[in-house]
């Protein structure tokens, strides 16, 4: 059986996924992942804390002992915005960045839209652009056309350079838009958000310049072989090793800028 091509999941949520699934993951060649935030119900700030130091303090060593590179980034999902104390929330944010294993902001973004969701995303984009962070943008899956529209703008607004932003859950309609204005694009290789065959159809037509693969598991009914269904399916198509290898791993690592 031949080597499967190591591959970089830029979104996964491993509290949500058993040792067995992270080792499955990982003999089919996941081998450096990016742990995101996640949304819980009614957030508080100290339960936002408690969920950043468990991504942090826990679910990175536990990647690491199971054989995969991890990385993590933190922020404040739209879903998952406190009532009250965000900014005591954003003012500890800084802390985690010092150590080399946070790399990213996120996920923030917008879901269903509305001011609260807008400010906290404007909050979190002023932080990253005063830091000079990467930043992690989510998507949903409803009016995902008019919504990424709507970010885009912010994003613009923002000051925050293009270049240091992924659009994360882009598809086939939203991802030529997020490319043509500098950023980068995350394609999620999940039941309700993109297949396989769709992915490869996006890389055929597009190329591999700023595309960046992830599953988004963890959350839900999500897959855990898709990385590696993917990138199978992009090598049957005959496309170059080196796209090939841009869309499953040195993407991820160029935009987050790890390469140890």
């Not at 992270?22 to 995101?36: C, T």
Request: hydrophobic content about 40%; charged content about 30%.
């Amino acid at each position: 059986m031949p080597e499967p091509l190591p591959l970089f999941d830029a979104h996964l949520h491993p509290e949500g996924l058993s040792d067995q699934d992270l080792e499955s993951m990982r003999f089919f060649g996941v081998e450096r992942a990016l742990v995101v935030a996640h949304h819980f119900p009614e957030p508080t700030p100290k339960g936002l804390r408690e969920h950043f130091d468990q991504l942090v303090e826990r679910q990175l060593p536990r990647l690491e002992r199971l054989g995969i590179r991890a990385y993590a980034a933190l922020g404040v999902h739209p879903r998952c915005i406190p009532r009250r104390g965000l900014s005591e929330v954003l003012g500890h944010l800084p802390d985690y960045f010092q150590g080399g294993r946070v790399v990213a902001l996120g996920e923030t973004g917008l879901h269903n839209g509305g001011e609260e969701e807008e400010e906290a995303f404007l909050e979190q984009l002023a932080l990253a652009r005063r830091l000079k962070l990467r930043v992690l943008v989510h998507t949903p899956t409803q009016d995902k056309e008019r919504t990424t529209r709507r970010i885009l703008t912010l994003l613009r607004q923002s000051g925050v350079l293009a270049s240091r932003v992924l659009v994360d859950h882009a598809n086939a309609r939203t991802v030529r838009t997020i490319l043509e204005v500098g950023h980068w694009a995350g394609l999620t290789l999940h039941p309700d958000e993109l297949r396989a065959e769709r992915a490869v159809s996006v890389v055929r037509r597009l190329g591999s310049e700023r595309l960046v693969l992830n599953s988004d598991a963890g959350d839900g009914a999500g897959d855990i072989l898709g990385l590696a269904r993917v990138a199978n399916l992009l090598a049957k198509a005959r496309l170059s090793e080196r796209i090939v290898r841009r869309v499953a791993r040195e993407n991820a690592e160029r935009f987050l800028q790890v390469h140890d």
